[in-house]
């Protein structure tokens, strides 16, 4: 069974939006941050948006103003809206959670494509 379960990927028009969401229900130890990186064809895997236990948010700057980051620490869920969306977002889109214990896991990722 796989650690962080990503759901909301798809393909979506410029301009459209999409909400991506990863639960982390099977990590038992207590998780500090989550959030989501992006890695395109060609680039280097680079963070998106991530966010604390204490609710703090932190973005890439060509997303803010555009994509909002949320958890539920009760659920163990993070979300990702995604609004305004430019083919330059496009990636696979990939969930982060990091433990008070400084373990760290990745998600298998869900693509997101955005073309006319």
């Known amino acids: 069974q796989v650690p962080l379960v990503e759901s909301g990927g798809g393909l979506v028009q410029p301009g459209g939006s999409l909400r991506l969401s990863c639960e982390a229900s099977?990590?038992?130890?207590?998780?500090?941050?989550m959030g989501w990186y992006r890695q395109a064809p060609g680039n280097q895997r680079e963070l998106v948006a991530v966010?604390?236990?204490?609710?703090?948010?932190v973005y890439e700057d060509s997303v803010k103003g555009r994509f909002t980051i949320s958890r539920d620490n009760a659920k163990n869920t993070v979300t990702l809206q995604m609004n305004s969306l430019k083919p330059e977002d496009t990636a696979l889109y990939s969930c982060?959670?990091?433990?008070?214990?400084?373990?760290?896991?990745w998600g298998q990722g869900t693509q997101v494509t955005v073309s006319s």
């Open positions: 966010i604390t236990r204490g609710g703090s948010p």
């Open positions: 982060y959670v990091s433990t008070s214990w400084g373990t760290e896991t």
């Open positions: 099977r990590i038992t130890s207590p998780i500090n941050v």
